[in-house]
């Protein structure tokens, strides 16, 4: 059973630039979040989506949008890129509908970008 | 808005002894649930343990086990028999208990465990 899988591993960008992270979910959930997780601190919630939809947001400007597929696998998009942009970029997924439903979110390892 | 707090940055133990990491966190819900996540240095964030807030007893997993007091809003992470693979920096989260709709979880800053031969 493939847990959850994110692409690529390591991005360097220069400022002002755009960038797409992808996350595949683990394999039986349709939900999918988003996390920023700056050096030596704790993730932040930037989105979650379901059913294709952004269903919560958290602090973060417009300039980080988001796209869930059909097959529930998702996208960050990260436009006008700044240095303060440098972080690792978790991807999380877990079921919130029907029976398989839980509360338990399971993590990717991550996709550290560069700004510089 | 709901808060946690790890106000320890750095802990460190003996291979074979026990360890305890403090958590605390500031919400008006009743429901709700918390973790502790566990991030090696390969970054993968990995679940150690959950605790369900309408649940009395704590919450074990092998080794680890947890202290809920949720009057206190506290939740300690215990660690016995404490391994080198245990060194990496952990994470208490706290999630709303309303299913789906607000599951987002909110993170305290870490504390980072080294463990010593």
């Known amino acids: 059973d493939a847990g959850v899988t994110q692409s690529p591993t390591h991005l360097i960008k220069t400022r002002g630039q755009q960038v797409t992270l992808r996350c595949s979910p683990k394999s039986g959930h349709d939900t999918v979040s988003w996390y920023q997780q700056a050096l030596g601190q704790g993730p932040q919630f930037i989105f979650q989506y379901y059913e294709e939809e952004e269903r919560q947001r958290g602090n973060f400007p417009d300039r980080f949008s988001g796209h869930q597929f059909p097959n529930y696998s998702s996208e960050l998009n990260v436009n006008a890129l700044l240095l303060g942009d440098s972080a690792l970029y978790l991807c999380?997924?877990?079921?919130?509908?029907?029976?398989?439903?839980?509360?338990?979110?399971?993590f990717g390892p991550g996709t550290r970008l560069l700004v510089l | 808005a709901q808060t946690v707090t790890q106000s320890q940055p750095e802990m460190s133990v003996q291979e074979a002894e026990t360890v305890t990491l403090s958590c605390t966190y500031d919400t008006s819900e009743s429901d709700y649930y918390l973790f502790w996540y566990k991030q090696p240095p390969s970054r993968q964030m990995i679940l150690v343990i959950r605790q369900e807030a309408y649940k009395q007893q704590n919450a074990t997993e092998n080794r680890f086990s947890v202290n809920f007091q949720k009057a206190a809003k506290s939740f300690s992470l215990k660690i016995s028999d404490s391994q080198l693979g245990d060194a990496a920096m952990y994470f208490c989260a706290y999630r709303s208990g309303h299913t789906g709709a607000n599951s987002k979880l909110t993170f305290g800053k870490g504390i980072t465990l080294s463990v010593r031969p």
């Open positions: 999380a997924s877990l079921s919130t509908s029907g029976r398989t439903a839980e509360e338990t979110q399971y």
